[in-house]
């Protein structure tokens, strides 16, 4: 009796659960998105390197162009970058030079042949982000789905609603069949 599902047909109440249901599992999807993928071991580095090859840039910049190139999937810390920079003035490879309150990092001779013999690609073009896929892109559509259906909830006809939950119900099958198949 104390029950907060219905016990026939669509009421207030009722979406008012979907809409709740909808809205946490919107909110642990934005909470995975909001962290971004964390960077592979020496992903900051081959970053660095391969922004500096391009021109001479400040900490700030390095962050925000390797979120802006992984399509906001990654953003290192500054807690990740400067250290790097720091590890990589120390190996010989970029050099820093004061301008304006701020350290511009730019590659050296050393760094620019270390660039040139690499063979690696910039990280943020493996992060499948220009195509729409990968992991970045997994919590993106939970949100965008998780919004759909709580329009849905919020301003649907009980049919409409059926419908909604038919096709969730389909989705979340298909989605463990991904992980069933070889």
Do not use: C
Not at 86 to 102: T, V, Y
């Amino acid at each position: 009796m104390g029950s907060s599902f219905p016990t026939g047909g669509f009421n207030a109440g009722s979406i008012d659960g979907i809409w709740q249901a909808m809205d946490q599992f919107r909110s642990r999807f934005e909470k995975q998105a909001g962290a971004g993928t964390r960077a592979g071991r020496g992903e900051v580095r081959t970053a660095v390197l391969a922004l500096l090859a391009e021109q001479p840039m400040h900490g700030y910049q390095i962050i925000h162009e390797i979120e802006e190139r992984s399509g906001g999937s990654w953003k290192p810390s500054a807690g990740s970058v400067y250290p790097t920079l720091q590890l990589l003035a120390d190996e010989g490879l970029i050099s820093a030079e004061e301008s304006n309150g701020r350290k511009i990092y730019s590659l050296t001779d050393e760094g620019r042949a270390a660039v040139a013999d690499a063979d690696t690609s910039a990280p943020w073009d493996s992060t499948g982000s220009t195509a729409g896929h990968g992991h970045g892109a997994l919590p993106k559509a939970g949100i965008e789905l998780a919004q759909a259906a709580a329009q849905v909830g919020r301003t649907g006809t009980p049919e409409q609603i059926t419908e909604a939950v038919t096709v969730l119900n389909d989705a979340r099958r298909r989605l463990y069949s991904i992980l069933a198949q070889d």
